[in-house]
T-cell receptor, first 113, second 109 residues
Framework: DVKVTQSSRYLVKRTGEKVFLECVQD?????MFWYRQDPGLGLRLIYF???????EKGDIPEGYSVSREKKERFSLILESASTNQTSMYLC????????????FGAGSRLTVL | RKEVEQDPGPFNVPEGATVAFNCTYSNSASQSFFWYRQDCRKEPKLLMS???SGNEDGRFTAQLNRASQYISLLIRDSKLSDSATYLCVVNMYGQNFVFGPGTRLSVLP
């Protein structure tokens, strides 16, 4: 089975802190994604990457950046965390071809105080 | 108009009931379609892909109507363990997945 691992399940940070959320997948998938999920708003795409060092903005990229230096790893960075970035962050990957199915990590619940 | 729309529910049904969810999508160029299940405070997990000819997996049947741009999910003989939020997902251009807001199902004893 494809495994997508998010390094932190729960984080508590203070306003203005820099936050790194790490995601690793073990199935050689081309595409990786970062979503946030909030009650009443559903899943919203922040950024995605279809290749190493490539990135594309999603629907809500403001306040976030990403890094994909290796195929298996996709990092989400909050340069200066704000309270409105308190959310559940979900990483996902897909092969990009064939049975192009999204597989999610367990999620990282971030609270910004 | 949102790209993918679903009735948010909640649908409250008794055990053993049959329940159906619909989902509509706006982009006729959409290529592939899925139903995901999400339990409370967990990540979404693939329930089933949806094929043009319709497909069945045990108690679950998914159908696609490209002409009307909707997807359906039918659950027969509902179990308590089917209680979850069901997300309709549409894939466009091979890379971008668009999620509906989800339909919440509660199966009652």
């Amino acid at each position: 089975d494809v495994k997508v691992t998010q390094s932190s399940r729960y984080l508590v940070k203070r306003t203005g802190e820099k936050v790194f959320l790490e995601c690793v997948q073990d199935m050689d998938h081309e595409n990786m994604f970062w979503y946030r999920q909030d009650p009443g708003l559903g899943l919203r795409l922040i950024y995605f990457s279809y290749d190493v060092k490539m990135k594309e903005k999603g629907d809500i990229p403001e306040g976030y950046s990403v890094s994909r230096e290796k195929k298996e790893r996709f990092s989400l960075i909050l340069e200066s965390a704000s309270t409105n970035q308190t959310s559940m962050y979900l990483c996902a990957s897909s092969s990009g071809s064939g049975a192009n199915v999204l597989t999610f990590g367990a999620g990282s619940r971030l609270t910004v105080l | 108009r949102k790209e993918v729309e679903q009735d948010p529910g909640p649908f409250n049904v008794p055990e053993g009931a049959t329940v159906a969810f619909n989902c509509t999508y706006s982009n006729s160029a959409s290529q592939s379609f899925f139903w995901y299940r999400q339990d409370c405070r967990k990540e979404p997990k693939l329930l089933m892909s949806v094929y043009s000819s319709g497909n069945e997996d045990g108690r679950f049947t998914a159908q696609l109507n490209r002409a009307s741009q909707y997807i359906s999910l039918l659950i027969r003989d509902s179990k308590l363990s089917d209680s979850a939020t069901y997300l309709c997902v549409v894939n466009m251009y091979g890379q971008n997945f668009v999620f509906g807001p989800g339909t919440r199902l509660s199966v009652l004893p």
